[in-house]
């Protein structure tokens, strides 16, 4: 079993940056992936960025050039930097992560096994 926790919302003017944290505990795969996820108000909840573990990395149109997906493996920590934030970026993030996948775009095609709570972010 995988823990996610959250960390690093906030409220930001627009054109801010907010960066959020995502410390992972229990058994991580060593094939593992990593995404970020997000709901905003009346919606569905999307995919925003994902990672594989070779370091491939694949982002929702809207916030490419502006958000970076990363993670540091060896402390099980994944970051989402994100950039010149918009009224359209405010949403609840959702950290996630995967048994395995094929590569960074995993989060368009399958469901992730485990889910964070979620940290808020307003723009």
């Known amino acids: 079993h995988v823990q996610l926790v959250e960390s690093g919302g906030g409220s930001v003017q627009v054109g801010g940056s907010l960066t959020l944290s995502c410390t992972a505990s229990g058994y991580i795969y060593s094939s593992h992936c990593m995404g970020w996820f997000r709901q905003l108000p009346g919606q569905e909840r999307e995919g925003v960025a994902g990672i594989d573990s070779k370091g491939d990395t694949s982002y929702l149109e809207s916030v490419k050039g502006r958000f970076t997906i990363s993670e540091d493996s060896a402390k099980n920590i994944l970051l989402l930097q994100m950039n010149n934030l918009q009224h359209g970026d405010t949403a609840t993030y959702y950290c996630?992560?995967?048994?395995?996948?094929?590569?960074?775009?995993?989060?368009?095609?399958?469901?992730?096994?485990?889910w964070g709570q979620g940290t808020q972010v307003t723009v």
């Open positions: 996630a992560s995967r048994y395995d996948c094929y590569d960074g775009s995993w989060w368009k095609v399958v469901e992730p096994n485990y």
